[in-house]
């Protein structure tokens, strides 16, 4: 290509018109458009990102473009490099379009090229106008135990999505959709785990879209031949939310999830924490359940809290986080491989919990390690920093060796606390307003080591619940938790907003679960052994959780035997039929979003359609408030098939035609409030 001459380069896909123009010096967006939306306001040439050195901004309009590259070399992928040059710094920004989609991502090295060191204040891995219209904006509040609470405004004037907390997911989600007037969505999502940002700022002809890293606090200084990465930021547009939140799980599938054997089975999970939490756990009490997890067809039981810290049924285990060398022998006195060798000697596989980041206000790393305490003005923040290269490697050596000596297959990864703009001491190795960004590079390195060193372990990522949810960790572990409570309007509530962004596959909840806490939320209530609980009403339970990766924390030893027996048949469904759908199935949303307080839509349906077949399968639940009918209309069946519907408990409605299911639908008109179908259609 020759530099002096206006030049096209088209990144375009079946699914996406993506063009930029060369013109001299500089690289710009002249066409985006997906689904037959414009999403560039006309007569625009629209930067792509920005960056903010030594106090000045800079983007690809006004750097000079020195190298362009494609990489073709992974199957499915157009990766664009494109070398800009500064004053004493270099910028690659590295874009990815995916084949068959329109889904982008894009990231920017920074280098400081000259003989001082430059001071890096903000970047932008995203930057884009997009022109005036009537736009929807959707995006999800997040607080404990009200994760994805879906908010719809109109967007007017400048609007802030945000996380200062230090966790992706507190406060706000890391994603957004704007839907457009036409009914198009373009959705963004920030792929990294602290603290990001959003912004939509009015300019003429439109809005810039820009995001990635939040500024706030942050600064890094780059000493000469250093680099910073930033964060990629998702870009995904599509006809509707479902076209869009396809494409997530589509590429996420094939490209950013990592997978054990275990993990891509989709196992079924008994987790101790809500029945017995750490005071009521001892080793009798977990094999107890073990052999009634391996009856009903669990495939793992993962060990919560609760089995390190001082030998004393006492202790609270949220002090002692960090004392991962000691084991509470009062209630596991012959240590936890014991447990392991049970769940293996069973045919089932064993999971542990740790808080590899924490530090408890009583726990001994404190004293015997003072130099890994992350801490900001001198005050300590609760967790341990990985921008320390001594710590992250305590950290690797840790969980490698919990892994080792107790034969895990599993390990849950939690993180309860808010680091807020993160560790500012600058005896780390990161200065001090990088600290939080080199906290989490380190446990994405250690994510990334375990990972090569135990290719079989699955890694579960948690955050109070679901506080840290993003596509940053979700690259490096198997699959999210999505949040502390587990009461079934709110599941409803998690699932349709977690998968709006992330497949079923990579989202694990549990089903209404029996807590044994003082204060649990009030709908919070679940008992099993209330006589007036009715199979209707549990059926409709644990189907919720059945959408995605199955679990329950239930006391299975004290369950009534018609409730084990349900439980054991959903187990049985769900393993021979459902979750060869949660694996690989495009998911529909074919009902809006519910909500926990009462408000939003009051019936749930969800379609799992498989690719390629004329398999699907149908949930559909009505929730305490539902009318008393509904009508469920399906998506992208073909017209003139004959579809048999038929359901697990022995329901048939026969054979129905491919046009009637998405134009007539089906009317559900039996189903009691709390009550649910799950239907096979093919
Ligand atoms: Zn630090």
Redesign the pocket.
């Known amino acids: 290509m020759d530099a002096m001459t206006p030049s096209q380069i088209a990144l375009s896909t079946s699914a996406l018109d993506y063009v930029l123009a060369r013109d001299a010096h500089r690289l710009s967006l002249i066409h985006l458009a997906a689904a037959g939306q414009i999403w560039l306001h006309p007569g625009s040439e629209s930067e792509l990102f920005a960056v903010t050195v030594n106090h000045q901004r800079y983007s690809s309009q006004n750097l000079e473009l020195a190298d362009m590259q494609m990489d073709f070399s992974v199957a499915g992928v157009q990766h664009l490099i494109a070398r800009f040059i500064g004053s004493d710094f270099e910028v690659d920004h590295h874009l990815k379009v995916y084949l068959d989609t329109a889904l982008m991502e894009s990231w920017q090295v920074i280098r400081c090229a000259g003989d001082h060191t430059i001071h890096v204040t903000r970047v932008d891995s995203l930057s884009l106008d997009i022109p005036t219209a009537d736009y929807e904006l959707l995006y999800y509040t997040s607080d404990w135990g009200c994760e994805f609470t879906g908010v719809r405004e109109n967007l007017a004037s400048e609007k802030i999505l945000e996380t200062r907390f230090g966790r992706s997911s507190k406060g706000q989600h890391p994603w957004f959709a704007l839907m457009h007037d036409s009914g198009a969505v373009l959705s963004a999502s920030v792929a990294w785990s602290g603290n990001w940002v959003f912004r939509f700022e009015p300019i003429s002809g439109g809005f810039r879209l820009s995001g990635g890293l939040h500024d706030w606090e942050f600064s890094k200084d780059l000493p000469p031949n250093t680099t910073l990465e930033t964060p990629i930021v998702v870009l995904v547009l599509g006809k509707d939310l479902n076209a869009v939140s396809q494409q997530y799980a589509q590429i996420g599938r094939r490209y950013w999830y990592p997978r054990t054997s275990l993990s891509a089975k989709v196992p079924v999970e008994w987790n101790h924490w809500w029945s017995y939490e750490d005071t009521y756990i001892n080793e009798a009490r977990f094999l107890e359940n073990v052999a009634v997890a391996q009856s009903i067809g669990a495939d793992i039981c993962v060990l919560d809290a609760g089995w390190f810290g001082p030998s004393d049924a006492g202790t609270f285990w949220y002090d002692y986080r960090g004392d991962w060398d000691r084991v509470n022998v009062e209630r596991f006195p012959r240590g936890i491989r014991p447990l392991s060798d049970e769940c293996h000697a069973r045919g089932m596989k064993f999971g542990m919990w740790c808080e590899i980041e924490a530090l408890g206000v009583k726990a001994q790393l404190a004293e015997t390690h003072p130099e890994m305490v992350?801490r900001r003005d001198g005050e300590r923040l609760g967790y341990i920093?990985f921008?320390?290269p001594e710590t992250e490697e305590f950290a690797y050596q840790t969980l490698a060796r919990l892994i080792r000596e107790n034969n895990l297959d599993w390990i849950k990864l939690d993180f309860n606390l808010d680091p807020g703009a993160g560790?500012n001491?600058t005896d780390?190795g990161?200065g001090a307003g990088d600290?939080l960004y080199?906290?989490y590079m380190g446990y994405y390195r250690i994510l990334e080591r375990v990972r090569r060193d135990f290719p079989e372990v699955v890694l579960e990522s948690c955050s109070s619940g679901g506080l840290r949810i993003d596509l940053g960790l979700l690259r490096r572990t198997d699959m999210t938790f999505l949040s502390d409570p587990d009461y079934p309007v709110h599941d409803l509530q998690l699932f349709w907003g977690a998968t709006t962004l992330i497949a079923p596959d990579s989202c694990l909840h549990w089903s209404f679960g029996e807590w044994i806490g003082k204060n649990p939320p009030p709908p919070q209530n679940f008992n099993p052994r209330d006589p007036k609980l009715k199979p209707h009403q549990f059926d409709y339970y644990t189907r919720i959780s059945m959408l995605n990766v199955f679990g329950y924390s239930q006391k299975l030893p004290e369950l009534p035997a018609w409730v084990e027996d349900r439980l054991s048949r959903h187990t049985h469904i769900y393993k021979n039929h459902v979750r060869r759908f949660v694996r690989e199935a495009d998911l529909y949303h074919l009902t809006d979003q519910p909500g926990r307080d009462g408000g939003g839509d009051r019936w749930s349906a969800f379609q799992y359609r498989l690719r390629d077949t004329t398999e699907n399968l149908l949930f559909v639940f009505r929730l305490p408030g539902g009318e008393a009918a509904r009508t469920i209309r399906l998506h992208d069946l073909q017209p003139q098939r004959l579809y048999h519907v038929m359901g697990f408990e022995g329901e048939d409605m026969g054979a129905v035609s491919g046009h009637d299911l998405m134009q007539t639908g089906l009317h559900f008109d039996t189903i009691p409030e709390e009550g649910s179908a799950l239907l096979q259609i093919r």
Request: proline share 0%; with cysteine.
């Open positions: 992350a920093c921008g320390s560790c001491r780390h990161h600290g080199a906290h």
